[in-house]
């Protein structure tokens, strides 16, 4: 397909095609003369999942960059390239108590959790759980197990529903899963929060 073809099917201006294959996002396509190119569908896949961090995802085309260098990594198992890509969309260094720290380790050693010790979402749960105790809430034992389970129930479902038939195609499912399912699992937590509160606490007023 021509590049106008490509800006058809995946709702991307010409103008910001050309830009991502400038800048070494979106790869070059066929040449067919001197200043004209074919593209496929690898390159539709490519500038969705470009779309999809950037717009409901909100990453810049930096970590972008970094995102879509990990999806197109091929020398590495897969398991370390899911972890580098799990990586790439987190911030950099998220400040964190020891107490903390120590805390989400016990966690997952109580799991069993097979994770990396320099993995940075350690940080980022530990921190999470800082902020809370900053505002006067401690997140106690038995919810933050209850978290856990439910986190693990979740993550063997994203698991199972990645596509085993191709490397690159298992990558970008699980980045996409990851920068935007969040959003998803909010909502859903709030639907069930809802229905939990109005089974304890009693309300009238709710849809059946």
């Known amino acids: 397909m021509w590049i106008a073809e490509l800006s058809s099917r995946t709702e991307v201006p010409v103008a910001t095609?050309?830009?991502?294959?400038?800048?070494?996002?979106?790869?070059?396509?066929?040449?067919v003369g001197a200043t004209r190119a074919r593209y496929d569908e690898s390159h539709v896949?490519?500038?969705?999942?470009?779309?999809?961090?950037?717009?409901?995802g909100g990453l810049s085309l930096?970590?972008?960059?970094?995102?879509?260098?990990?999806?197109?990594?091929?020398?590495?198992e897969l398991h370390e390239v899911l972890g580098a890509a799990h990586?790439?969309?987190?911030?950099?260094?998220?400040?964190?108590?020891?107490?903390?720290?120590?805390?989400?380790?016990?966690?997952?050693?109580n799991h069993g959790w097979?994770?990396?010790?320099?993995?940075?979402?350690?940080?980022l749960l530990a921190g999470a759980l800082d902020a809370l105790e900053k505002l006067g809430y401690h997140l106690d034992d038995e919810l933050l197990e209850s978290y856990a389970a439910a986190a693990k129930q979740?993550?063997?479902?994203?698991?199972?529903?990645?596509?085993?038939?191709?490397?690159?195609?298992?990558?970008?499912?699980?980045?996409?899963?990851?920068?935007?399912?969040?959003?998803?699992?909010?909502a859903l937590r709030r639907l069930a929060q809802q229905d939990a509160s109005a089974r304890r606490y009693g309300s009238a007023h709710f849809d059946k």
């Open 114 to 123: 097979r994770v990396h010790s320099g993995s940075p979402d350690r940080a």
């Open 17 to 31: 095609i050309k830009y991502y294959l400038r800048e070494g996002l979106l790869p070059a396509g066929q040449a």
């Open 87 to 109: 990586g790439a969309l987190i911030p950099d260094a998220v400040p964190a108590s020891p107490e903390s720290l120590q805390r989400v380790d016990q966690l997952v050693a």
């Open 154 to 186: 979740v993550a063997d479902a994203d698991v199972a529903h990645l596509p085993a038939d191709d490397r690159a195609r298992t990558v970008e499912a699980a980045v996409v899963v990851t920068a935007l399912g969040g959003p998803v699992l909010l």
């Open 62 to 76: 930096a970590r972008v960059r970094g995102v879509l260098a990990e999806v197109d990594e091929e020398s590495s």
């Open 45 to 56: 896949r490519r500038l969705r999942l470009i779309r999809a961090l950037v717009g409901a």
